[in-house]
């Protein structure tokens, strides 16, 4: 079973990022809700280390490093993504993360928080961006997500964490979300889960967002 990190170890927050995209998103509208998410990302991770009752997450000089951008596969070749790759300014240490292509069929069983009517009547999901950024961390958990199968339930442990349900881009022509696996999700610190798990009230209501 993973471990919190020992005080004063400096370690890297392994995200994997879910976009969603229309035919008119440009790199500009990922770019701009990637700054977003690593604001709110940001924010909790400062807020965990102004907690001086957790001794793992309080010393800890977190990282975000994206390992996985996932997309429906036949968006991955996608301009947007394409040109916001190649844009280093963005990246852990300049190096892009691995592009990973998600079946559509894969969508209506990850457990996701947003409930789009929209998206559950074209992918049978409620969020294009929040079940493959589930997708990928679960690849990256080494433990394979369910093929066609229900949401994960209290007798089914989740196999990865959300921790930001989606993002909009203002011209409504992209969305992103992000997670990590459930297996990474268990190194952290109280405080610093306590911090990431308040991310999700703050948002606007899926309702809004649909």
Same mark, same amino acid.
């Given at each position: 079973?993973?471990?919190?990190?020992?005080?004063?170890?400096?370690? =890297?927050?392994?995200i994997t990022l879910g976009v969603g995209l229309c035919a008119?998103?440009?790199?500009?509208?990922?770019?701009?809700?990637?700054?977003? =998410?690593?604001?709110?990302?940001?924010? #909790?991770?400062?807020? #965990?280390?102004?907690? &001086?009752?957790?001794? *793992?997450?309080?010393?800890?000089?977190?990282?975000?490093?994206? %390992?996985?951008?996932?997309?429906?596969?036949?968006?991955?070749?996608? &301009?947007a993504l394409r040109h916001w790759l190649a844009d280093a300014?963005?990246?852990? #240490?300049?190096?892009?993360?691995?592009?990973?292509?998600?079946?559509? *069929?894969?969508?209506?069983?990850?457990? %996701?928080?947003?409930?789009?009517?929209?998206?559950?009547?074209?992918?049978?999901?409620?969020?294009?961006?929040?079940?493959?950024?589930?997708? =990928?961390?679960?690849?990256?958990?080494?433990?394979?997500?369910?093929?066609?199968?229900?949401?994960?339930?209290?007798?089914? &442990?989740?196999?990865?964490?959300?921790l930001l349900p989606r993002i909009v881009a203002a011209n409504?022509?992209?969305?992103?979300?992000?997670?990590?696996?459930?297996?990474?999700?268990?190194?952290?610190?109280?405080?610093?889960?306590? #911090?990431?798990?308040?991310?999700?009230?703050?948002?606007? &209501?899926?309702?809004?967002?649909?």
């Open positions: 079973m993973p471990t919190p990190s020992p005080p004063g170890h400096t370690a =890297a927050l392994r008119q998103a440009r790199a500009d509208d990922v770019h701009t809700l990637w700054q977003q =998410a690593r604001q709110a990302l940001c924010h #909790a991770l400062h807020q #965990a280390r102004l907690q &001086p009752d957790d001794s *793992t997450a309080a010393p800890m000089a977190h990282q975000l490093h994206i %390992v996985t951008l996932a997309a429906l596969a036949h968006k991955c070749g996608h &301009p300014q963005d990246w852990h #240490a300049h190096q892009p993360p691995r592009l990973l292509a998600v079946p559509v *069929t894969e969508l209506p069983a990850q457990p %996701v928080h947003t409930r789009s009517a929209h998206m559950l009547a074209r992918y049978g999901s409620g969020s294009v961006a929040e079940a493959c950024a589930l997708w =990928a961390a679960a690849l990256l958990g080494q433990a394979i997500p369910p093929t066609h199968g229900p949401p994960a339930s209290a007798a089914q &442990p989740p196999r990865a964490r959300l409504r022509r992209a969305t992103l979300a992000v997670a990590m696996s459930a297996a990474d999700a268990q190194t952290l610190g109280a405080a610093l889960q306590s #911090a990431l798990a308040a991310l999700a009230p703050q948002l606007p &209501p899926p309702k809004a967002l649909a």
